[in-house]
Nanobody, 125 residues
Framework: VQLQASGGGLVQAGDSLTISCETS????????MAWFRQAPGKEREFVAA????????HYASSVKGRFTVSRENAKNTVLLQMTSLKPEDTAVYYC???????????????????WGQGTLVTVSS
């Protein structure tokens, strides 16, 4: 299974940006797909997830109302639409895929089986 994240870049505070993750070789339509991020000197943290093929969406409190996770099952792609970006959103964003993941573990990076390489999002003030 391969995950390829793309779409990161440099934006200003208040701007919007959409990043994407294309997968191959897996069971995308049934997997849980998630986004995590890691800022310099910090632990990797949960951002958002689309649970088991898209049955529900879940967000970290820090991004709820600003970020939207969606998926295009026909293209094996998951998107993260980010609005009202803040400097504290600056991080490398990673997509991850989890199989047979249960809802209570959706925010745990240890619950995911496959990871993409990350895409850098930088928000200037």
């Amino acid at each position: 299974v391969q995950l390829q994240a793309s779409g990161g870049g440099l934006v200003q505070a208040g701007d919007s940006l959409t990043i994407s993750c294309e997968t191959s070789g897996g069971t995308f339509s049934r997997d849980t797909m998630a986004w995590f991020r890691q800022a310099p000197g910090k632990e990797r943290e949960f951002v958002a997830a689309s649970f088991r093929g898209g049955s529900s969406a879940h967000y970290a409190s820090s991004v709820k109302g600003r970020f939207t996770v969606s998926r295009e099952n026909a293209k094996n792609t998951v998107l993260l639409q980010m609005t009202s970006l803040k400097p504290e959103d600056t991080a490398v964003y990673y997509c991850a895929a989890g199989r047979r993941l249960i809802l209570s573990t959706i925010g745990s990076k240890n619950a995911y089986d496959y990871w993409g390489q990350g895409t850098l999002v930088t928000v200037s003030s």
